[in-house]
């Protein structure tokens, strides 16, 4: 009898793991960033971030990459499509991203200070938008930084890097 409930009781366990946690979940820090990214968007006339919603998973939104095993954001690339905005300081949450590409649109403000977040950043290609201001300090946290872009904008020379 008692065992014959402890395996019921496994048995329902099991069940309730695998319906609370289907395998592609991802992650709910994530979406939230990419949510307010695109918050952030005031102009999109080709209609890219319509694609970004909830009938599918985050993963499978226009330009997102994510990893495959734990379905956390490592690329955001969003090339030549018209998008105009600022960038969300959200973006600092996407904190497995290895590359990020905005070239071509018309992003604008600056950079957020936020950017020293993403720790596995690689490639940061921003060129040709209207992004003004310095190049955060920031970005010097990002230690395994080794590609970046960003011609093509109204960034102040100060703290260039290289
Ligand atoms: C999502 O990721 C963040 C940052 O990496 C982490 O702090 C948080 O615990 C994660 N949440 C879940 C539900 O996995
Ligand atoms: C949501 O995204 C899907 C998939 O890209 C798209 O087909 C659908 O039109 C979108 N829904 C809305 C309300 O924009
Ligand atoms: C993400 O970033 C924003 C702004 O940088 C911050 O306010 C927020 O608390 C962060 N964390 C999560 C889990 O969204
Ligand atoms: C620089 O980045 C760190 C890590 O994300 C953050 O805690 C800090 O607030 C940032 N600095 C500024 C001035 O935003
Ligand atoms: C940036 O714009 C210039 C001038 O329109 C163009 O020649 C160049 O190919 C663009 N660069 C990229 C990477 O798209």
Same mark, same amino acid.
């Given at each position: 009898m008692i065992l014959l409930s402890f395996f019921n009781l496994q048995g329902l366990n099991l069940l309730r793991l695998a319906t609370a946690s289907p395998v592609v979940r991802g992650n709910d820090?994530?979406?939230?960033a990419l949510l307010q990214f695109k918050a952030k968007i005031t102009g999109d006339p080709l209609k890219i971030m319509e694609s970004w919603n909830s009938s599918i998973h985050f993963c499978q939104w226009f330009g997102v990459t994510c990893g495959r095993k734990h379905r956390? $954001?490592?690329?955001?690339?969003?090339? +030549? &499509?018209?998008?105009?905005?600022? &960038?969300? @300081?959200?973006?600092? %949450? &996407?904190s497995f991203l290895r590359e990020l590409d905005l $070239?071509? %649109?018309s992003f604008y %403000?600056? +950079? @957020?200070?936020? +950017?020293?977040?993403?720790?596995?950043l690689e490639a940061l290609h921003l060129v040709n938008n209207s992004i003004s201001g310095e190049i955060p300090s920031n970005l010097s946290v990002c230690s395994k930084l080794t590609s970046v872009d960003m011609m093509g904008n109204r960034l102040m020379e100060k703290n260039l890097l290289r």
């Open positions: 820090t994530d979406r939230q956390r $954001v490592t690329k955001l690339k969003l090339r +030549i &499509l018209k998008l105009s905005g600022s &960038l969300s @300081p959200y973006i600092g %949450n &996407l $070239v071509g %649109n %403000n600056q +950079i @957020p200070q936020e +950017i020293g977040g993403l720790r596995r």
